[in-house]
């Protein structure tokens, strides 16, 4: 991901083999995750800035501090760039997985790393070092009830059932969305639902 040649249109951040990293139709999804992870407060910790949706909506929330790391120099730069007027952030160019032990305790964590080779260890790093008592951790998702022909969310929706769902307490608030109809922008435009994954840390 890091050495990718990322090209950023409007409404999309495509990669050089044409997979899509972020869209822009995903705003209200990440506004939930926001809201989720943000419920006490605190100190927010955010992996993917990717479009920048996700930290806007976490900037808006009443929290004390907001530590996003990202490992694309050039989405960084951006971060960087979106981060000048809010003193509560704290960018870090980096892969989460080398800066884990530089991390501290969390009241809410976001996991949204698109192609990451080490999401399967995230979830277990994240309730057991990284989140306080009480913190709250959401993932992105894109498990439906729907088959994808998608080897890519295929292989992410395996790793996050086996290794973020199995053996946690996870929750789940419903939003509904619209997503469009235009290959590789959701499993299906005929999805209507997403189910906003949590675990709270007890
Ligand atoms: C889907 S986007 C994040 C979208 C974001 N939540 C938003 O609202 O726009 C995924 C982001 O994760 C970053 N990323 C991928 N692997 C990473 C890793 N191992 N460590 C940190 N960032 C990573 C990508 O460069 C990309 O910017």
Redesign the pocket.
């Known amino acids: 991901?890091k050495n990718s040649k990322l090209e950023f249109l409007a409404d999309r951040i495509i990669d050089e083999n044409g997979n899509i990293?972020?869209m822009s139709w995903?705003d209200p999804v990440?506004k939930k995750h926001a809201e989720i992870i943000c419920s006490n407060g605190g100190d927010i910790l955010e992996?993917?800035?990717?479009?920048?949706?996700?930290?806007g909506h976490i900037q808006n929330q009443d929290i004390k501090s907001h530590t996003i790391?990202?490992?694309?120099p050039e989405?960084a730069r951006r971060a960087r760039e979106w981060a000048k007027d809010k003193p509560t952030v704290i960018i870090i160019e980096?892969?989460?997985?080398d800066v884990i032990d530089d991390l501290k305790t969390y009241d809410g964590i976001f996991y949204?790393?698109?192609?990451?080779p080490?999401m399967r260890k995230f979830s277990k790093y994240a309730t057991e070092k990284l989140l306080k008592k009480d913190g709250i951790f959401s993932f992105?998702n894109t498990i439906t009830g729907e088959m994808s022909d998608n080897r890519y969310i295929s292989f992410r929706n395996n790793i996050l059932k086996r290794y973020f769902i199995k053996n946690n307490n996870v929750k789940y608030e419903t939003i509904d969305i619209n997503p469009p109809d235009f290959p590789g922008a959701y499993i299906s435009s005929t999805v209507n639902e997403y189910n906003v994954p949590f675990i709270v840390n007890k």
Do not use: T
């Open positions: 991901m990293i972020m995903e990440m992996i993917g800035f990717g479009m920048g949706y996700s930290s790391i990202e490992i694309h989405v980096a892969d989460w997985y949204d790393a698109e192609l990451d080490n992105y």
